[in-house]
């Protein structure tokens, strides 16, 4: 079984570059499909796990798909299938967002129903809200979503009863060829979403809004493939910094953008954590002593649920009584029980957590339950007494590239390895004294 191991104890320093933002790269990628002449170009491209799925994806639906030096190149202009199968959305939810794009090019989508995971049920009520509110016949049954319109779909007006990131994606790369203009109300508001909206700008079409809460799409005839650089992920970035804060390192986050982490420096500034904005970055300086802050998850531009986690983890070592609340995801604190195999005197009231700082963290084997879980017990393992080993490294490395490459590199004592290789043996005290 592989394993992160980590040995707490040692404070980060130096300079840590961010990848390309799986959230947003996931969406572009699915975008290309609407692409019915042309190449898309796309460059900053992460080498995780999710990438390589989303591109199987298209390969599947019949669009030619090369993945190469962090650049992803789609020509999606041949004839497309319409079924994206379960084998592909079991393995990451974020497959559901080649419906809009289907629909609009093919007037037809078939797409496994996702079901929930192990932040929260996650239905998609409102993607479908949107594709029958512009003409499309939805069906759901035998585990499939199918919409169909007979012509294109209709311009038309929608209220999001949610500020959904993925029904906000999927519903504004199906406006984008639709007859007439579309406008859709109190939508995402996020980085990934602008980004999306300035790759379907480049390919043709016609969105603006993107980044308040009301979208307007013009549709289109048709749309050409196109250039685009990912933006940097915010939610890695905000991992790094909170790697820092928690070693009370220091550390430079390469490509970080501040404006998109707006909400997450001002916690860290009231935890006590230095945040110096530089010309290529975000540096964070970790005092000797974090102080206890309260946080509740919102959508864009409140607090992310992606760094909720990681925020626990920091927490955990504050000085006083911390609340989190979770207001995204109905189920997203099934790492309380991990944090608590490693003495942290943590409670789940409800939607919130409380914890009482600082716990006297201890190393353990702890299994990560989703992607940003694994990311947090990683953070945790840096600051506990003794040797944490991570499991269930699969969710980490959909949203990670070389998370622990990167943390050793800032000085971390952490390796990767298979059970077997493991070299972490505990010896004897009477060995390690005979050998010093
Ligand atoms: C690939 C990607 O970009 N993933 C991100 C995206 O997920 P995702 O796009 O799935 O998240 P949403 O914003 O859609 O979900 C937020 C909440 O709305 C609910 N909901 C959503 C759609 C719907 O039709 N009906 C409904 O009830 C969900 O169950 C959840 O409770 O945004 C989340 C919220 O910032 C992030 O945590 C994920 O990392
Ligand atoms: C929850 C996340 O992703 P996804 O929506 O792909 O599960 C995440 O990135 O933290």
Do not use: W
Request: charged share 25%; with cysteine; aromatic share 4%.
């Amino acid at each position: 079984m592989e394993k992160i191991i980590v040995r707490g104890g040692k404070r980060l320093y130096g300079t840590v570059k961010v990848e390309g933002a799986k959230n947003a790269v996931l969406p572009v990628i699915a975008a290309t499909l609407l692409a019915s002449d042309g190449k898309s170009v796309i460059r900053d491209v992460p080498t995780l796990s999710d990438v390589y799925t989303i591109n199987e994806v298209l390969r599947h639906l019949n669009a030619d798909v090369q993945f190469d030096n962090n650049t992803v190149i789609v020509d999606a202009s041949r004839v497309l299938k319409e079924e994206a199968p379960f084998e592909y959305v079991r393995k990451m939810r974020a497959s559901v967002l080649v419906m809009g794009s289907l629909l609009a090019r093919n007037g037809r989508a078939r797409v496994a129903l996702p079901g929930g995971c192990a932040i929260g049920s996650r239905p998609i009520d409102q993607h479908l809200k949107g594709f029958e509110a512009m003409g499309a016949k939805v069906k759901v049954g035998n585990g499939f979503i199918e919409a169909e319109v007979d012509g294109r779909l209709q311009g038309t007006k929608i209220y999001l009863d949610f500020p959904s990131v993925g029904a906000t994606e999927n519903i504004m790369m199906a406006a984008t060829l639709a007859e007439g203009t579309t406008i859709i109300e109190n939508v995402a508001k996020e980085p990934e979403i602008v980004d999306l909206a300035n790759f379907l700008n480049k390919m043709g079409a016609r969105v603006k809004g993107a980044g308040t809460g009301t979208l307007r799409i013009e549709g289109v005839d048709k749309l050409t493939g196109a250039e685009h650089t990912i933006i940097p992920d915010r939610i890695e970035a905000g991992t790094f910094m909170a790697a820092a804060a928690i070693t009370g390192g220091n550390v430079l986050v390469r490509g970080a953008v501040p404006e998109h982490l707006s909400s997450l420096i001002a916690k860290m500034e009231e935890m006590g954590v230095t945040i110096i904005e530089e010309e290529d970055g975000i540096r964070v300086i970790g005092p000797e002593r974090l102080k206890a802050v309260d946080i509740k998850t919102m959508p864009h531009p409140g607090f992310p649920t992606d760094m909720q986690s990681q925020m626990m983890a920091l927490l955990l070592c504050a000085e006083g009584t911390s609340m989190i609340t979770e207001t995204v995801f109905e189920n997203r604190f099934m790492h309380v029980e991990e944090f608590r195999r490693m003495n942290a005197d943590i409670k789940i009231e409800g939607r919130s957590v409380i914890l009482n700082g600082p716990s006297n963290l201890q190393g353990a084997e702890v299994a990560a339950t989703d992607l940003r879980a694994a990311a947090a017990l990683i953070l945790t393992g840096l600051v506990a007494e003794g040797v944490t080993r991570v499991t269930e490294l699969k969710h980490l490395d959909r949203g990670y590239v070389n998370f622990h490459e990167k943390l050793a590199a800032l000085g971390a004592d952490i390796e990767r390895v298979n059970d077997v290789e493991e070299s972490f043996v505990e010896l004897p005290k009477y060995v390690t004294d005979m050998n010093a």
